[in-house]
């Protein structure tokens, strides 16, 4: 083009008006978004064929399911759960925008892929994890060697020795709790929000059980870790409800970003200070990599004992066996001893409810792997580089497998029921290679805590939450509430 074309060319430009311009805009935009689509349909044909043979809704051109993700992280999993009402007990597909998804139906399909060493690795989503605060941790680790290596690192400090080391401190903490539960409570009507200061106390024990530190976070409310451990969570529920932000380069764009990086550096400030403390006092005792790990470990304690006390508080005859039980362990000695590990042990009946609990609320409702080589599940070929999602309520919902599962009902975990189910239909722990690590800690932890609560306390129902159903939770990577959890509490006399 010579230069007076040039010229020529932007004098007519100039005359073009306002709605041309944007009518030129909008169809160069359409354009390119047409051509992405093509080369995107070229280079995923076979993923597409594949995906076409996988039940599951159709979703909407090119975006999918992405409707779903924008009802917001509170419907996520009743929408999930919803459409898998659809497809039965099988797996059933989603797109969401260029992301091929499978959500596994059964048990059986459940078992195959998570004993599969060919799909050790966490789904892609979990980059957000890693991005974070979780670095390369035992969480999110890709590289199996290493990961094995952390694995045993990090079990080292779950050996049985240890763990019943940590049943003074959990009791000691359950202890200062109650007392912090009873001063919060409104003294006219009793109605208390357990939620923050339950997780304020798992905090103060994953500090001391860990860590060997206290963090104080029972005394002190207002703690700056705390503060922004929330914060980051906030941004990893944004970015998985508001997917074109899981691209780190567009997350860059966000208003989140910015705050995300402060929040990231005083947590990683915060734990490098306590390592180092640590590291001076154990001498390099702790494998920094797992620490990553627990701040999550206490999240799902402080859901599962939260809503312990909250489904005790709505279920009187439940608690009332819960109370019979521990006065028939506690009849010897000291009625307000501390527990051994034999008392816990022993709770039996509690140890249902709390299983019947983590079945109705799983801390962790969805967690996935990535599909590195075609595989075949549940009679279907799935594409390489999908993810496939395991939703816990899919399956804990299932009347096949739990009779009436709506209903509040310890006994869904009487020995003889667990013996007449498939091992993988309770997936609050998740399963095969990766299953949770804490698992018995996390038991312990919540059996003493609840335990001590409900010696101290009888819990009845809140006006600010009369039914179950009341109860509102969101997705924010692990299950959180949304306007707190209230119960009223009276002291036993
Ligand atoms: C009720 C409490 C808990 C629940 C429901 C829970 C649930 C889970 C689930 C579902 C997974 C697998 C996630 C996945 O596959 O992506 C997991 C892994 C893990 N959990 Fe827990 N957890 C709990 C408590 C804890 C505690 C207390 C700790 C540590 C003190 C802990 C440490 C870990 C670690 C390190 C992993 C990763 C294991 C690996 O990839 O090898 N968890 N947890």
């Given at each position: ?8 060319f ?17 169809i160069?935009t359409?354009?390119i978004?047409f ?8 280079v995923?044909?076979?993923?597409i064929s ?12 090119f ?13 996520l ?6 459409i898998g ?6 797996l059933?597909?989603?797109w969401i ?6 959500f ?6 459940i078992e ?5 060493p060919?799909?050790f ?5 979990y ?7 979780m670095?390369?941790?035992?969480f999110?680790?890709?590289v199996f060697?290493?990961?094995k290596?952390?694995?045993?690192l990090?079990?080292?400090?779950f ?5 019943k ?22 003294s006219?009507?009793?109605e ?11 905090m103060e024990?994953?500090g001391?059980?860990a ?8 005394k002190?409310a ?7 451990l929330h914060?980051i ?13 899981l ?7 966000s208003t989140?970003k ?5 929040s990231q ?6 734990i490098?200070d306590?390592?180092?403390?640590k590291?001076t006092?154990l ?12 701040e999550w ?8 004992i939260?809503?312990?006390i ?6 009187q ?7 019979e039980?521990?006065?028939t362990?506690f009849?010897?000695g000291d ?6 590990y034999?008392?816990l ?10 299983k019947e ?5 799983p ?9 590195e ?13 999908s ?5 816990s309520?899919?399956?804990?919902f299932n009347?096949n ?11 869904h975990?009487l ?9 993988y239909?309770f ?7 990766r ?5 018995k800690?996390?038991?312990l932890?919540?059996?003493s805590?609840v ?16 039914k179950p159903?009341n109860l ?8 959180a ?9 009276e002291?036993?006399v």
């Open positions: 083009m010579q230069l007076n074309e040039m010229v020529s932007w004098q007519v430009s100039d005359i073009i008006n306002d709605t041309s311009l944007n009518n030129i805009i909008v160069h359409a354009v978004l051509l992405v689509v093509v080369y995107y349909k070229i995923s044909r076979r993923k594949l995906a076409k043979r996988i039940p599951g809704p159709d979703g909407f051109f975006v999918g399911m992405l409707p779903v993700l924008l009802g917001g992280p509170e419907k999993l009743k929408n999930i759960l919803k009402r659809k497809f039965e007990n099988t059933f597909k989603a925008l260029d992301q091929l998804y499978v596994p139906g059964n048990p059986e399909e195959a892929i998570l004993t599969n060919n799909m690795n966490k789904a892609k989503l980059n957000v994890a890693s991005e974070s605060i670095g390369d941790g035992l999110t680790n890709r060697d290493e990961w290596n952390n694995r045993k990090v079990a080292a400090g050996k049985f020795s240890m763990l080391s940590f049943i003074p401190i959990f009791y000691e903490e359950a202890k200062f709790l109650s007392q912090v539960l009873y001063e919060k409570r409104d006219n009507t009793n208390c929000e357990i939620s923050c200061a339950i997780g304020m106390a798992t024990m994953i001391r059980t860590l060997g530190v206290k963090f104080n976070t029972q002190n207002k703690h700056e870790f705390l503060e922004n914060f969570q906030k941004a990893v529920e944004y970015r998985v409800t508001h997917p074109w932000f691209n780190r380069s567009l997350f860059q764009l989140y910015r705050k995300h990086d402060i550096s005083i947590i990683y400030r915060f490098e306590l390592v180092q403390r590291k006092e001498k390099n005792r702790i494998n920094s990599q797992g620490e990553h790990n627990e470990g206490q999240d799902t304690t402080a859901l599962a939260a809503c312990s909250f489904m005790l508080a709505h279920h005859d439940i608690q009332n066996k819960v109370l039980e521990l006065l362990i009849s010897t009625p307000d001893r501390p527990p051994t034999e008392d042990q022993k709770m039996d009946y509690l140890e249902r409810v709390i609990t983590l079945r109705h609320f801390p962790f409702p969805l967690f996935g792997r990535n599909v080589k075609e595989t075949v599940i549940g009679g279907y070929l799935i594409p390489a580089g993810s496939v999602i395991f939703c309520g899919r399956i804990h009347a497998l739990y009779p009436e599962p709506e209903k509040f009902n310890p006994d975990f020995p003889e029921a667990c013996r007449s189910r498939h091992p239909s997936l609050p722990f998740s399963g095969g290679y299953n949770c690590i804490g698992m800690y996390a038991m932890q919540m059996k805590v335990s001590t609560l409900v010696r101290s306390y009888r819990f009845s129902p809140s006006d600010k939450c009369p159903e509102r939770l969101t997705y924010a990577g692990t299950q509430f949304v306007d707190g959890c209230y119960v009223k509490i002291e036993r």
